[in-house]
């Protein structure tokens, strides 16, 4: 009880220097004078400590954001790098911005399914943008306010990505299934895929570049009979320790790039 009425632990420091000033006052005035310094460098030090571990950790933050932007950064550039032929001319990834957006609320259900994020249309996003950690893709922007925007995550039901096996070059549909895992759908019985593949995003859909991480193939089921060859994949990103997302702000001029052909806006549509 006495500890709560004093406050905290700066507090009940700052009441012992208080006391201590008091018991110096009373002593003699020679002594006062050979004491006082190093006994207030004592005092202080508790104080002086707390303010240098404070400014510390505020840096070590600081510098823990950066080095997660350079490394979404990264992740794009090693995306274009797969994905652009070494001949093509291309911008770099690095002329994108990836715009920080702190996490500040999840579905209650679940805590994966949906994020909200406090950056909306006045920072540049915009719906369909896509969010990225530097793990690979945490899903898309599906609704945005001035300063919020509502992310779909890939574990959202009705979620969906085409995706292609960075191995052997395999298409196929990742949707949200069980345990945390992503399955892959229109897979073929004779494809190619093993345990340990790197899945990417395939470029198709006009949402997503090609080249982004995903995940990697878990198990593969054989059953020569089925339609489609059942395969799992355990997703880059933990979406439940998310705590910061980067939107990817395409600016239209970079739209004529080939690396990012897939998003420009369909003129034609396939016969269904």
């Not at 006082?36 to 600081?62: E, F, I, Q, Y």
């Not at 790098?81 to 911005?97: D, E, F, N, R």
């Not at 990103?237 to 806006?265: C, D, H, M, Y």
């Amino acid at each position: 009880m006495l500890g709560k009425k004093l406050g905290s632990a700066q507090d009940r420091i700052c009441w012992i220097i208080l006391l201590f000033s008091l018991l110096i006052l009373l002593l003699p005035v020679n002594f006062k004078l050979k004491i006082t310094p190093p006994v207030a460098t004592a005092l202080l030090l508790p104080l002086r400590g707390l303010n240098s571990l404070k400014m510390t950790v505020a840096s070590l933050g600081a510098e823990n954001r950066r080095l997660a932007q350079l490394a979404a950064q990264l992740a794009l550039e090693n995306a274009r790098l797969k994905s652009s032929p070494p001949s093509q001319g291309t911008a770099p990834a690095a002329a994108l911005k990836l715009i920080p957006a702190p996490v500040i609320a999840r579905d209650l259900g679940t805590l994966k399914r949906f994020l909200t994020v406090s950056r909306g249309a006045t920072c540049g996003v915009r719906i369909g943008s896509v969010a990225l950690a530097p793990q690979g893709v945490v899903g898309k922007v599906i609704a945005v306010s001035a300063h919020q925007a509502l992310v779909q995550t890939i574990f959202e039901p009705d979620f969906r990505v085409a995706v292609l096996n960075s191995r052997t070059r395999e298409l196929a549909m990742a949707r949200p299934g069980q345990e945390n895992l992503l399955n892959l759908d229109y897979v073929s019985p004779d494809a190619d895929y093993q345990p340990g593949d790197t899945i990417i995003t395939s470029g198709l859909g006009g949402i997503f570049p090609k080249g982004l991480n995903i995940g990697t193939v878990k198990t593969v089921q054989n059953k020569p009979d089925a339609l489609f060859k059942p395969v799992s994949v355990q997703p880059f990103v933990n979406i439940t320790r998310l705590e910061q997302v980067f939107i990817l702000a395409i600016p239209a001029e970079s739209l004529p790039e080939g690396w990012l052909e897939n998003l420009k806006p369909a003129e034609i549509r396939i016969p269904e």
